[in-house]
């Protein structure tokens, strides 16, 4: 596509994942003229292409598709929308002042729009960020990086495989590897509980009989020039191996599934402040973040364990977006959110009390039968809560923002036992 000129842009979406394709067909259903996407990679849809398993926009379109079938409803649409695209390019820095440099094969430019949306996503954590001790030999992957293998370019990563962590990725790479004939000879997981959504666990463990060692982890990797086995070792509550209990598994490939981060190193450039448990930018019900003008939407901000959810979510951001774009004033989030009991944070942060909004949410420990309370303005009961499976709730302002007494500069959130 061609390069728009530097005063000519109304909202700017930084990746093309599901959160950036969504953004951008929100923002330009609002009416904005020039809406642009900026993508480093050469084609659009971001990881879907890589994920081709079903499960995918089963709540969004209605249908049970998988990530690449996803991918082309949100491509399709983009391309009958005429909305820009720069592919193969490479976003290098933003400014606090929305000032955007990047390179691509006609070199370094910068360019100026009046409202930039985050969507970059996020990454994969790798051995190094969980210390896991041993040598550093060949066979050692993210999930991500052996379906990237296996889906996209046809590799095998090995043929005897121990997967660390039990995330849905890991979950369906452990299907995934075991349809091709590979050995998968556990999942392991450091936590007490599996750390992915229950359809997995059934549907990709259960279903194929792979072992899973609960409260256990990888303390050691054996081999030199490629990996020749590892030691597993049962954990204790500060989820530290137990002296003794180290058992050798041998294997030729060690799968790791230990979480994802957002990927927000543009983020910190532009000036725009990270919450601590999220990793991702604080936001306000508009998903604009403390840098004026500038949004952010989709696993940038948290992590989802749907994809539904982060077309949602960015489908909030095109929207405000393209209303700062067009000069439309956004009230202020004047409400702190304040994550309480069994709360591990609460998205958005900040919340004006003037509008309707969604919140999502995760606990942090598993419980039986509880009480949510969003302050005194809802309280849901639900029946099992995971830190796996993410809690939202739509507060409307007739029925519930309303009747906030004003002043009220903070609204505790939590999750009680039922009975308290």
């Not at 490939?253 to 983020?267: A, K, Y």
């Not at 994809?307 to 909030?316: A, C, L, P, Q």
Request: with cysteine; proline share 4%; charged share 25%.
């Amino acid at each position: 596509m061609m390069i728009p000129k530097n005063d000519n842009i109304d909202v700017l979406i930084i990746g093309a994942g599901p959160a950036g394709l969504a953004a951008a067909i929100r923002a330009k259903e609002e009416g904005v003229p020039n809406v642009t996407i900026i993508e480093r990679d050469k084609i659009l849809g971001g990881l879907l292409h890589q994920c081709i398993h079903n499960g995918f926009g089963l709540w969004y379109f209605g249908e049970d598709m998988t990530g690449p079938e996803y991918a082309k409803k949100f491509i399709n649409r983009i391309k009958e929308m005429g909305i820009n695209v720069l592919l193969d390019s490479m976003v290098l820095n933003i400014t606090p002042d929305k000032k955007v440099t990047f390179c691509n094969e006609n070199g370094v430019q910068t360019i100026n729009p009046k409202a930039i949306i985050l969507a970059m996503g996020c990454r994969e954590r790798t051995r190094e960020s969980i210390m896991v001790s041993g040598n550093r030999p060949a066979g050692v992957f993210t999930a991500g990086t052996a379906q990237r293998f296996v889906n996209v370019e046809g590799y095998i990563p090995g043929k005897e495989v121990v997967i660390l962590g039990s995330g849905d990725i890991g979950m369906i790479m452990a299907r995934r590897l075991t349809l091709e004939g590979l050995n998968v000879k556990a999942v392991v997981e450091v936590l007490p509980y599996i750390g992915g959504l229950i359809r997995n666990e059934v549907q990709c463990l259960h279903d194929f009989n792979i072992d899973i060692l609960l409260k256990h982890t990888v303390s050691w990797i054996h081999g030199r020039e490629r990996v020749e086995g590892v030691t597993i070792s049962e954990v204790d509550d500060r989820m530290m191996p137990i002296a003794g209990t180290e058992k050798r598994v041998d294997c030729d490939t060690l799968i790791l599934s230990v979480g994802l981060i957002p990927e927000n190193e543009l983020s910190t450039m532009a000036g725009v402040k990270l919450d601590p448990i999220t990793g991702g930018p604080i936001v306000n019900e508009f998903r604009m973040t403390n840098a004026n003008g500038i949004f952010a939407g989709g696993n940038v901000v948290q992590v989802h364990d749907l994809v539904d959810n982060v077309s949602w979510e960015s489908e909030i951001a095109g929207f405000n977006a393209a209303r700062y774009a067009k000069g439309e004033e956004l009230d202020e989030g004047v409400i702190k959110l304040i994550p309480g009991e069994n709360i591990r944070y609460v998205v958005p942060q900040m919340i004006s009390g003037k509008e309707d909004v969604t919140l999502y949410m995760r606990v942090q420990e598993p419980k039986e039968t509880v009480r949510v309370n969003v302050g005194d303005i809802l309280k849901k009961t639900e029946r099992v809560v995971k830190p796996s499976s993410m809690l939202t709730y739509d507060i409307s302002y007739e029925k519930h923002l309303s009747k906030v007494p004003k002043g009220i500069k903070e609204i505790v959130i939590n999750c009680e036992e039922k009975g308290k």
